[in-house]
């Protein structure tokens, strides 16, 4: 899926969804919009309750949800960098929010 649909089927503009890819800043709000796009789980951190025993498999599932898109040209190499990155951007700031209590 291009930019160009993406900011189309989420009502952005094309601007913002490659200022989301070259940065990293998204809001919330964006990502469920696209977990929603893409059709798998938003992360655990933007719902409202603690990891659940069902989390392991819900994590594997977007992996391997993502893996498919991927393979399937729904997803460039850098489309996998950039969600690396958030990831560990976001990993960060769990740890930060789990250091303050």
């Known amino acids: 899926m291009s930019q160009v649909q993406v900011a189309t089927a989420l009502g952005v503009t094309e601007s913002a969804v490659s200022k ?3 940065t990293g800043n998204i809001t919330a709000e964006n990502i469920v919009l696209i977990c929603e796009l893409f059709e798998f789980n938003p992360p655990v951190w933007l719902r409202d309750k603690r990891l659940e025993d069902s989390e392991p498999q819900r994590t594997e599932e977007t992996l ?12 460039t190499l850098d489309d ?20 303050k209590g």
């Open 80 to 99: 996998l960098l950039h969600l690396e990155r958030m990831a560990l951007h976001i990993a960060g700031l769990r740890q930060a929010l789990e250091k």
């Open 20 to 22: 989301w890819k070259r």
């Open 64 to 75: 391997l949800r993502i893996q498919s898109l991927y393979e399937d040209g729904h997803l």
